[in-house]
T-cell receptor, first 116, second 114 residues
Framework: ETGVTQSPTHLIKTRGQQVTLRCSSQSGHNTVSWYQQALGQGPQFIFQYYREEENGRGNFPPRFSGLQFPNYSSELNVNALELDDSALYLC???????????????FGPGTRLTVL | AQKVTQAQTEISVVEKEDVTLDCVYETRDTTYYLFWYKQPPSGELVFLIRRNSFDEQNEISGRYSWNFQKSTSSFNFTITASQVVDSAVYFCALILNQGGKLIFGQGTELSVKP
């Protein structure tokens, strides 16, 4: 069974640039959630995708957007990067909604984004 | 509003000591799920346990145990005979409904010294 994978591991961008982060969900999982974890803080929910549609969104501006593909992998896109976007971005996959299983969310190793 | 509070920012113990990590949650919903995750220095969040709001039985898994008390809205985590490998940041989290978002506490950084 393959776990959740994310790419890239690290990324350095400058303010105003755009970035795309990628996530492959665990085998058999149909839901992907993205979280932002600033240094010394708990992860904050960005949004969740289920069957290729957004299924809930946290308190993040529209420049944070996402996609989920038919194979349940996902992308997080951030436009017009700001210094405060520097964080660890975590992707989590789960089997949810109608599956009969409560959704343990299994996390990937994260992408460390630094905005200069 | 829903909230998870981990009042202990940092805890330092010596190996073989027992340690309890506190978690207090707030929600008006009657159906919810509580989680604990471990985050080692590598950054990946490791799932430890899930508990639903209708099951207040305490759980033990090896050196780990969890005490869920709805009366005090607490879901505390105890490590017995701590080991250096237990050093990590531990997060308590809450989900209100199936498929929803995890609401995390601020985390407790546990340092176990040899």
């Amino acid at each position: 069974e393959t776990g959740v994978t994310q790419s890239p591991t690290h990324l350095i961008k400058t303010r105003g640039q755009q970035v795309t982060l990628r996530c492959s969900s665990q085998s058999g999982h149909n839901t992907v959630s993205w979280y932002q974890q600033a240094l010394g803080q708990g992860p904050q929910f960005i949004f969740q995708y289920y069957r290729e549609e957004e299924n809930g969104r946290g308190n993040f501006p529209p420049r944070f957007s996402g996609l989920q593909f038919p194979n349940y992998s996902s992308e997080l896109n951030v436009n017009a990067l700001e210094l405060d976007d520097s964080a660890l971005y975590l992707c989590a996959s789960s089997l949810a909604i109608g599956s009969g299983k409560v959704n343990e969310q299994f996390f990937g190793p994260g992408t460390r984004l630094t905005v200069l | 509003a829903q909230k998870v509070t981990q009042a202990q920012t940092e805890i330092s113990v010596v190996e073989k000591e027992d340690v309890t990590l506190d978690c207090v949650y707030e929600t008006r919903d009657t159906t919810y799920y509580l989680f604990w995750y471990k985050q080692p220095p590598s950054g990946e969040l490791v799932f430890l346990i899930r508990r639903n709001s209708f099951d207040e039985q305490n759980e033990i898994s090896g050196r780990y145990s969890w005490n869920f008390q709805k009366s005090t809205s607490s879901f505390n985590f105890t490590i017995t005979a701590s080991q250096v490998v237990d050093s990590a940041v531990y997060f308590c989290a809450l989900i209100l409904n199936q498929g929803g978002k995890l609401i995390f506490g601020q985390g407790t950084e546990l340092s176990v010294k040899p």
